[in-house]
C-alpha cells in the first residue's frame, strides 16, 4: 500500500511563497506520476498541476508562470513550489500518484495553504 504525506503547508501573506512537499512509501517506486490538487471551501477539488514518470509537467492556467511541479526520485519525494501567492489560491492542497492507471490512485491526507491579504 502507497502512503502520502504531504507538509509544507501554512499562513502566507500576498506576493510570498511556499513550498509543499509529498512523500511516497510503502512501495518500490518507478514509472510514477504525481500530481498536486486543491480544495478551496465550497468548491469543488480542482487539478493544479503534475508531473509524469518522464518528467512531463501540466499545469493548470491560473498558476503556470507561479507555481513549479518537481520531485526527487531518490527520495520518493515530490514539490510544489509556489510562489506570488494570492487569495484565490487559498485551499487545502493534496498530493495524488498514479502508476499505469488513469485515475490518481493514491492521496495524501491533505496541507492548507492560506493566504492572507
Known amino acids: 500500500q502507497v502512503q502520502l504525506v504531504e507538509s509544507g503547508g501554512g499562513l502566507v501573506q500576498a506576493g510570498g511563497s511556499l513550498r509543499l512537499s509529498c512523500a511516497a512509501s510503502?512501495?518500490?517506486?518507478?514509472?510514477?506520476?504525481m500530481a498536486w490538487f486543491r480544495q478551496a471551501p465550497g468548491k469543488d477539488r480542482e487539478f493544479v498541476a503534475a508531473?509524469?514518470?518522464?518528467?512531463?509537467?501540466s499545469y493548470l492556467d491560473s498558476v503556470k508562470g507561479r507555481f513549479t511541479i518537481s520531485r526527487d526520485g531518490a527520495k520518493n519525494t515530490g514539490y510544489l513550489q509556489m510562489s506570488s501567492l494570492k487569495q484565490e489560491d487559498t485551499a487545502v492542497y493534496y498530493c495524488?500518484?498514479?502508476?499505469?492507471?488513469?485515475?490518481?490512485?493514491?492521496w495524501g491526507q491533505g496541507t492548507q495553504v492560506t493566504v492572507s491579504s
Open positions: 508531473i509524469s514518470w518522464s518528467g512531463n509537467t
Open positions: 510503502g512501495r518500490t517506486f518507478s514509472r510514477y506520476s
Open positions: 495524488a500518484l498514479k502508476f499505469s492507471s488513469a485515475r490518481y490512485d493514491y
